[in-house]
C-alpha cells in the first residue's frame, strides 16, 4: 500500500511515522512545502528570543526518519489531486501516485488586507523562513509593529525586544490575549509587558501600512502614525484548505473530517489544523499529534476516534506565567478570585464544577485546574480546590 502524507507540520510528520509503525509494509511518502527537514513550530517563540538555535528546531532527521519506514521529501509542495487517477501532482508537475493520502497542511497566518500589507518587511508570523526575515530585520535594531496583542503577537513582540527593536503592539481589545484572559489578568500582564519595555495600544484599530520600497510606518485610525521597518502581524490563521477543496472534498472552515480522520473521500484524511473535525476546528499542537495518530490507526485499520478535550494555553518567553483553560468569564457561572503579591488567580464555577481557571504569576496547579476542566467532576471542597490540589486532597 502506498500512503503519502502532505505537510510535514507536526501532525504529518507524527502521522507518518505512526502509519510506518502501524503498517511495516506499506510505502509512507511524507510531502513537504518547505524546504526543511521537520522542526518545532511551537519552538519558534524560543527561537526568536534566543533561547535556541535554528538546529535545535529540527525534530527528525532525514536519517531518523528513513529508519522509521518514511521517505521524507522537503521543498515538494503539492499543487493538486487527482482523486480519479488517485494521485497528486507536486509544484513542478511530477504525479505521485497513492492509495491512501492524508492531507497535513496546517494554517497559514492571516494577512490583514491593508494598504501596504504587501509591502517588504511586513511578515505574517507562521514558519522558520519567516523567523528568519523578523531575525534579520531585527539584526540593526529599528523600530517594530506587531499587529495582533494574542498569544502570538506577543511572543513576537518579546522576540523582537529581545533582540534589540523598540516594539509597539497593536491589539484591537482593550487588553492582550483577551481570548484566553479576563480583563484583570490582561491589566496585570500589559502592566507587565510595558515594564518591560514595550509599548501597547489597545484599543487600536489599525488603518495602513506606508511605506515605498519596504515598510516604514503604520498608520492608526486616529492618524497617529508609528515609525517601523518591520511588522509582523499575528492576527490569527487561516486553514490551508485550496488543495481540498480543488479536488472536489468536503470543505467547510476546514476540510470536513470525521472523528476517524475520514474526509468526503474515504481514500483521503484530513489532520491537524487543516481539518474541521464534527464542526471543530483545532489551533494547538497536542489536539493535531492526537489526530495524527487517531488517522494513523485508521489507515492501519484499527477502530480510533478523535474527541476534543480542554485546551489550555500557557503564553511562552514572556517573562512572566501566563497560563488558562476552558471558559473565560462566562456570564452564567460564578468567579472566585485569589490574589497575592504577583500572582492572580481566577476560577469560574458553575454549581459544584470548574468551567474555566486564569493564572497569574504562578501556575503551578495548571495541571490540577485543567483535570478538573476537562474531567467535568463534582468538587465538594471548592473553597480548597481554589487554593490547589493539596489542600483539597486534604479536605
Ligand atoms: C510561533 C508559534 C508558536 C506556537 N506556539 C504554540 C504553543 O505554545 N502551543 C501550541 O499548542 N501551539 C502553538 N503553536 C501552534 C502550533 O504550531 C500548531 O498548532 C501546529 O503546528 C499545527 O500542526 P499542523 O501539522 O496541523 O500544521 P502546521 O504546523 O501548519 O504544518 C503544516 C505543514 O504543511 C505544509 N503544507 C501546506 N500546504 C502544503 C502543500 N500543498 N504541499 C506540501 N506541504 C504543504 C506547510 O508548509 C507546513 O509545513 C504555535 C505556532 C506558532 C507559529
Known amino acids: 500500500m502506498t500512503i503519502l502524507v502532505v505537510g510535514a507540520g507536526p501532525a504529518g510528520t507524527r502521522c507518518a511515522l505512526r502509519t510506518a509503525a502501524r503498517l511495516p509494509g506499506a510505502a509512507v511518502t511524507l510531502l513537504g512545502a518547505e524546504p ?4 518545532d513550530r511551537v519552538a519558534l517563540s524560543r527561537y526568536l528570543v534566543g533561547e535556541v538555535e535554528q538546529a535545535d528546531l529540527v525534530t527528525h532527521s532525514l536519517a531518523d526518519l528513513s529508519a522509521a519506514g518514511v521517505l521524507y521529501r522537503p521543498g515538494t509542495g503539492v499543487a493538486s489531486i487527482d482523486r480519479e487517477e488517485r494521485c497528486v501532482v507536486s509544484a513542478r508537475g511530477e504525479r505521485i501516485r497513492y492509495d491512501r493520502l492524508v492531507l497535513a497542511t496546517g494554517s497559514r497566518a492571516v494577512r490583514l488586507p491593508l494598504p501596504g500589507a504587501d509591502l517588504p518587511g511586513v511578515v505574517p508570523w507562521r514558519d522558520l523562513a519567516e523567523s528568519r526575515a523578523m531575525l534579520q530585520a531585527a539584526r540593526d ?13 506577543l511572543e513576537a513582540a518579546a522576540g523582537l ?3 534589540g527593536m523598540k516594539v509597539t503592539v497593536l491589539h484591537a481589545v482593550g487588553w492582550p490575549m483577551e481570548r484566553q484572559l479576563d480583563s484583570d489578568a490582561g491589566a496585570l500582564l500589559a502592566q507587565r509587558l510595558r ?21 516604514e510606518a503604520v498608520r492608526l485610525a486616529d492618524g497617529t502614525r508609528i515609525p517601523a521597518g518591520l511588522v509582523v502581524m499575528a492576527v490569527g490563521v487561516r486553514p490551508n484548505v485550496d488543495l481540498a477543496r480543488a479536488a472536489g472534498l468536503e470543505v467547510n472552515r476546514g476540510i ?9 473521500d474515504p481514500r483521503i484524511l484530513a489532520v491537524g489544523e487543516c481539518a474541521e473535525v464534527e464542526g471543530r476546528l483545532i489551533g494547538l499542537v497536542a489536539p493535531a499529534l492526537e489526530q495524527a495518530e487517531v488517522a494513523a490507526a485508521t489507515l492501519a485499520g484499527d477502530a480510533a476516534c478523535w474527541t476534543p478535550r480542554t485546551d489550555a494555553a500557557a503564553l511562552k518567553v514572556s517573562g ?13 457561572a460564578e468567579a472566585v478570585t485569589l490574589r497575592g503579591g504577583e500572582s492572580y488567580r481566577r476560577l469560574w464555577w458553575r454549581g459544584d464544577r470548574l468551567v474555566g481557571a486564569v493564572l497569574y504569576g504562578d501556575t503551578a496547579e495548571a495541571g ?12 465538594a471542597c471548592r473553597a480548597e480546590a481554589t487554593l490547589g490540589e493539596s489542600y483539597c486532597e486534604a479536605a
Open 161 to 163: 525586544s529581545a533582540r
Open 141 to 153: 535594531g529599528g523600530a517594530a509593529v506587531v499587529i495582533g496583542g494574542g498569544l502570538l503577537g
Open 36 to 39: 526543511a527537514l521537520p522542526y
Open 368 to 379: 490540577f485546574f485543567q483535570r478538573l476542566i476537562s474531567e467535568s467532576v463534582p468538587v
Open 256 to 264: 470536513v473530517a470525521d472523528a476517524a480522520m475520514r474526509t468526503s
Open 320 to 332: 512572566t506565567k501566563v497560563w488558562s483553560a476552558g471558559e473565560v468569564a462566562p456570564a452564567d
Open 195 to 215: 515594564g518591560r519595555g514595550l509599548t501597547l495600544h489597545m484599543p487600536a484599530a489599525t488603518a495602513a501600512i506606508e511605506g515605498r520600497e519596504r515598510v
